[in-house]
């Protein structure tokens, strides 16, 4: 581990897993508006959110994404590591009281570059919502 | 344009382009910790984060990504189109008071699928903090 208990990475191996999971609420969506400036109606406006084929608001697709950032910072590398880059595939809409679950597990390790590669999903009550792959840069235990 | 003032796959040609612009203050970082649950030292704690290669604190990468979905949302393709899919890549660091621009830019038509493909990229004061490319599920004029 790191100084501020992140896996160097000599300490991983391919298969480790981690999870995160958080309730999104009205709230969530509401401030993740003001953050983000993405008001679209879809996510604000239930007149509106009722007339699409998600039949109401729907949480923005990026604060899942915030949910799986948590799993990597948080926990699998942890703190320390660096964020180089994340795929993301929207599947379904998360909605206010969904509880989103978002799993990474190691994929590949390119120990010369401190480089991982984790495969990143979050579910709600066991359905995909989003998929993708995460790189990290992580520490070394050599320095 | 659509219902919701998005634009139908027809109204989009290769080249069009949008952007969004947004001051990240302290408290859009204390509440993207709060929402998405990445309480990573690197965004919360000045201290710690003065030992890191960035010397202070930084904004967590997936709010400026927030400012993409901003951009795609509200102005192109707009409301009334789904979001499939967002890869990023990590480039350079945004910290409290940085105004970040998202642009938005179509590279590529699939109107038969209604789908678009867009260039994506937050910038701050010219420099590339954040690129990568979205596919956004647009409205069609005919149905």
Do not use: W
Request: glycine share 10%.
């Amino acid at each position: 581990m790191n100084s501020v208990n992140g896996y160097d990475i000599e300490d991983l191996k391919v298969g480790m897993s981690a999870s995160f999971a958080k309730t999104v609420t009205e709230a969530d969506i509401v401030l993740f508006a003001g953050v983000s400036g993405d008001v679209n109606p879809a996510h604000l406006n239930e007149e509106y959110a009722k007339t699409t084929m998600f039949g109401g608001r729907i949480a923005h697709g990026m604060l899942s994404a915030g949910l799986i950032s948590a799993a990597l910072a948080n926990k699998l590398p942890g703190p320390g590591t660096i964020y180089l880059g994340q795929t993301l595939k929207f599947k379904a809409p998360v909605r206010a009281g969904d509880t989103v679950t978002a799993t990474v597990t190691v994929r590949e390790l390119v120990v010369e570059k401190k480089r991982v590669v984790l495969d990143t999903v979050c579910t709600v009550c066991g359905k995909v919502v989003l998929e993708g792959e995460a790189t990290m840069m992580c520490t070394s235990a050599k320095g």
